[in-house]
């Protein structure tokens, strides 16, 4: 499966982005998936995760009341909806999929695919 991450871009604190992942090559229904982000000189860190179905999501800690992750497969999309942006929310983000469900959904290991990322900046 291929992977393309799109949406992101230059936004004032406070605001909001919708980044969408799109899969090509196979159905996006077989995989779990998630995002992560990384900025510069840091570790690839987890934002969410959702499960084959959408019936499971989670999301990390700093992100929570904040960001939504949902998918429709029939597209073969993920999308992360972005609010209340910081400027700490600035990095490359990135959708993975994992064809076995993750023990550990914030464990990059555990992810099979990857997309190429898509820049995120919140001015303040």
């Known amino acids: 499966v291929q992977l393309q991450a799109s949406g992101g871009g230059l936004v004032q604190a406070g605001g909001s982005l919708r980044l969408s992942c799109a899969a090509s090559?196979?159905?996006?229904?077989?995989?779990?998936m998630g995002w992560f982000r990384q900025d510069p000189g840091k570790e690839r860190e987890f934002v969410a995760a959702?499960?084959?179905?959408?019936?499971?999501?989670d999301r990390a800690g700093s992100v929570k009341g904040r960001f939504t992750i949902s998918r429709d497969n029939a597209k073969n999309t993920v999308y992360l909806q972005m609010n209340s942006l910081k400027p700490e929310d600035t990095a490359v983000y990135y959708c993975?999929?994992?064809?076995?469900?993750?023990?550990?959904?914030?464990?990059?290991?555990?992810?099979?695919?990857w997309g190429q990322g898509t820049q995120v900046t919140v001015s303040s």
């Open positions: 090559g196979r159905s996006l229904s077989s995989y779990d």
């Open positions: 959702i499960s084959k179905w959408g019936t499971k999501t």
């Open positions: 993975a999929a994992a064809e076995v469900p993750p023990t550990v959904v914030a464990e990059r290991l555990e992810y099979d695919y």
